[in-house]
């Protein structure tokens, strides 16, 4: 039996050229004129003037010091709309919610830190699976986000939108951190940053946590993290290169039946909202990296280079049914991966002045995934049985262009086009009928067009046409892994999507910063990748359309107050007799927060964060509740540069689940014969959670 969860399907890309970008780049310094370049930046880089589209945006340093945070994924919830949650274990990606999506761990969402993607196409566990577990969040200098299909230079996993995180190269003091926290929680984090004397810059960071959490069942997560970055110049004329490393091993509570939390037994036996159905589902992670971004200007012209190389494991033991399938030995399967990522992405930009000045941008994408992964049944994460084994080889590789003109003072336009080419091999060890081999392309134009500013005020028409891309093993599929009887249709290599977008972003209020846009987003199909059981299912074309108003106010230097609010509309375009509601497209979603800064020594956040019901089935008879839970964050700065941080999260103690699913099927657990029937699985929202954090700065 399987849990309905639901994804949108999404990604992968090629290296040729790479060779050659790796010859050239480490040769190429940054000239030294002797010109100083100076950047400034503030809190937010959201005003008038600064982007493509109502949605498009950039958060700063400032604010990701000051807001409380549960887990490293929450970063996203900077983006405006964006909500984060978990289902399982604090090792494993979160669940991402954002413009009618259930994005699942990632998918329709693309992500990058420094440049190199994040998401995972073709994943163990879910299309384009993006674990974020290993941001150090302060060592983040900004997140530049965007949503829509309406940017040329996003491809995969970009048609709800993308958030790039960059690192600082320069720290001005090195720092040290300890946290200690109730159930276990303990963190330290430390950086340092120096020039060396040829001019060069680092910057390294080492993390460490480790948390029980508040389940029955110790998570026992232990999360270790470094990071070493080397640079020179400056962000026009400059390299940078990047050295990362991360490891991650957990047990998990996953979602359990609503009817034994009701209950509150379970064969007798006391049940608890944080208690466990199989207390040896966990997992472990383990991700490498190396990047080198090369940037260079000259006159009007700008060129980047960057290349990558990832190596990334996982494995993942869950049990959504418990003894569903197997009476005896329970449902435990395993989801197991090793993969190596080679990538490049290079572009130029020059400027044609004239009385229309033109900048014009053309560029390259190259991805390359060579990945084992594997699918199990296993008891007490030992193997009882292969489900499937799969070799693939799977590469997308996508030029793009974009021309700005700047028509007059009040009018600019972007014309953006971009070509994806999607190619995979995939060799099934167990059923020899699923191998095989898929291409694909596809056109996506983009259009952008912006008026103004008039009083401080600009307006936008934004449309384009995006695309998701499928598990390669689905495109290659002719039989069922688990019953090799029954066929299976393949499914296509991408999938088109197609949004429109008008939006307005004015400060013509003094302090205030605001920005409301309304959006369509079409999808060609939900196809769904189901990691569970190692199959695709087919879904129906679907359209979403929604609201976004997004403030920010600073009525005074010491007071800075946000609030994001969002409207969702999720449907199915056909009926099919069960209905055309979208599952799990949360419908609303509010962040509001008010931060008191450079009061004495105190800086002070509140913040509220509220998610709305959503639809758990097609016809609407089972719906999730909404939750709202306030967290808060207090800093006292002290003398000789320490610092003391105290992080009340959940500060009501709200019960709240962080996520619920419907099975399409009863589950039947059965236990010393005991029947236990129940369609609503949920994972538990973590109550009131104490930190304390000592910080020095040296």
């Keep these: 039996m399987l849990i309905r969860k639901t994804h949108q399907l999404i990604w992968c890309t090629p290296n040729w050229c790479v060779a050659l970008v790796l010859t050239i780049a480490p040769c190429i310094s940054p000239a030294h004129t002797g010109v100083v370049e100076i950047e400034v930046v503030g809190n937010y880089d959201n005003s008038v003037g600064s982007s493509d589209s109502a949605s498009q945006g950039v958060i700063n340093s400032q604010i990701i010091e000051n807001r409380p945070l549960l887990r490293p994924g929450e970063m996203l919830e900077y983006v405006p709309g964006m909500v984060v949650t978990q289902h399982s274990g604090d090792g494993k990606a979160n669940q991402y919610f954002l413009r009618g999506f259930n994005l699942d761990h990632g998918s329709d969402f693309a992500t990058s830190i420094n440049g190199m993607p994040i998401n995972m196409p073709t994943n163990a566990h879910g299309q384009g699976y993006s674990d974020l577990n290993f941001l150090i969040p302060e060592l983040v200098q900004r997140i530049d986000y965007r949503k829509g299909p309406y940017y040329a230079q996003d491809g995969d996993f970009s048609s709800a939108g993308s958030a790039d995180f960059h690192y600082k190269t320069k720290l001005d003091k090195d720092f040290t951190q300890f946290t200690l926290g109730q159930r276990g929680y303990q963190r330290f984090v430390g950086a340092a940053s120096h020039e060396l004397s040829n001019g060069m810059n680092y910057v390294v960071g080492l993390e460490r946590m480790n948390n029980n959490g508040p389940w029955s069942t110790p998570e026992g997560l232990r999360r270790t993290n470094g990071i070493f970055m080397l640079s020179d110049g400056s962000k026009a004329n400059g390299w940078t290169a990047s050295l990362m490393s991360y490891q991650a091993r957990w047990t998990s509570t996953d979602q359990v039946p609503q009817s034994l939390i009701n209950s509150g037994l379970n064969n007798g036996q006391p049940f608890g909202r944080f208690d466990s159905l199989d207390s040896s589902d966990g997992g472990k992670t383990d991700r490498s990296s190396l990047s080198l971004d090369w940037r260079q200007s000259h006159g009007k012209v700008s060129d980047k280079v960057m290349v990558y190389a990832i190596n990334y494991d996982l494995t993942l033991f869950s049990n959504f049914t418990y003894f569903t399938n197997d009476p005896v030995n329970g449902d435990q399967f395993m989801q197991k991966e090793h993969r190596n990522v080679y990538g490049v992405k290079s572009s130029r930009q020059w400027v044609i002045d004239g009385d229309v000045e033109w900048i014009n941008t053309l560029g390259l994408q190259s991805r390359s995934d060579l990945i084992n992964v594997d699918l199990a049944n296993t008891q007490s994460r030992s193997v009882s049985s292969w489900i499937r084994q799969d070799k693939v080889r799977q590469n997308l590789t996508g030029i793009f262009s974009d021309a700005q003109a700047n028509w007059t003072p009040w009018l600019r336009t972007n014309f953006g086009l971009r070509y994806d080419q999607y190619s995979t091999h995939v060799k099934s060890v167990l059923q020899n009928q699923n191998s095989g081999a898929a291409t694909a392309g596809l056109w996506s134009p983009k259009f952008s ?158 913040q509220l964060r509220y998610i709305g019901p959503a639809a758990l089935v097609e016809d609407n008879s089972v719906r999730s509740n909404s939750s709202s839970i306030i967290n808060f964050k207090a800093r006292r700065n002290s003398e000789n540069n320490q610092a003391i941080y105290f992080d009340v999260l959940n500060v009501f103690d709200r019960k709240f689940n962080d996520i619920s699913y419907y099975a399409p099927d009863p589950l039947r657990t059965v236990r010393n014969g005991t029947l236990i029937s129940d369609n609503a699985l949920v994972h538990p929202g973590e109550p009131r959670s104490v930190r304390l954090t000592y910080a020095i700065k040296y």
């Design 449 to 606: 067009m912006v008026l103004g500013p008039w009083q401080k005020t600009e307006y936008f028409f934004n449309a384009g046409k995006g695309f998701h891309s499928n598990d390669a093993r689905g495109t290659t599929a002719k039989v069922d892994p688990i019953d090799s009887t029954k066929t299976v249709a393949s499914v296509p290599g991408l999938v088109a999507s197609k949004g429109y977008e008008v939006g307005i972003k004015t400060e013509a209020i003094q302090g205030l910063q605001s920005s409301l846009s309304l959006w369509r987003l079409d999808f060609d199909a939900e196809l769904v990748y189901v990691g569970d059981a190692g199959g695709t299912e087919s879904g129906r074309s679907s359209r979403r359309t929604g609201v976004e108003w997004n403030n920010r106010w600073m009525p005074s230097s010491k007071l800075v107050i946000d609030a994001d609010l969002a409207w969702t509309k999720s449907r199915y375009n056909t009926e099919d007799g069960s209905g055309v509601f979208v599952p799990n497209a949360v419908e609303k979603v509010a962040l509001l927060a008010a931060t008191v800064k450079d009061v004495g020594k105190w800086n002070l956040t509140g």
